[in-house]
């Protein structure tokens, strides 16, 4: 992957140019594959509920976030985004569970 240029105001125009409009392309390309894995994730998350004493895990979030943080560094992708990312699944996932053992009670 190429380094991001630095903010340059002679390349910003009105109209997208044709690599800022391919750049997205491969960026709306990528959401349409993680949005699917997302939903995977949480009905997965879901269905843990039913199996925990204690929803929050903390042990398992840090093994996770070590986990892909570890697997991610290779490629050179940010450590504190994608940290940020986890933590926003795990929180949400939670929010998940919770509604589910509410309708089940």
Do not use: H, W
Not at 6 to 23: A, G, H, I, K, V
Not at 30 to 47: S, T
Not at 67 to 81: I, W
Not at 83 to 89: G, I
């Amino acid at each position: 992957m190429r380094s991001v240029d630095c903010y340059n105001e002679s390349r910003m125009t009105d109209r997208p140019s044709r690599e800022l409009q391919t750049l997205r392309r491969g960026i709306d390309a990528l959401d349409r594959r993680i949005a699917p894995l997302l939903a995977r994730r949480f009905a997965l998350a879901v269905r843990t509920a039913a199996f925990k004493r204690a929803l929050r895990d903390a042990a398992r979030e840090r093994a996770v976030l070590r986990g892909v943080l570890s697997s991610s560094r290779a490629r050179g992708a940010s450590a504190r985004a994608l940290a940020a990312v986890y933590r926003e699944l795990f929180r949400r996932s939670l929010l998940l569970q919770r509604s589910a053992r509410r309708e089940r009670c």
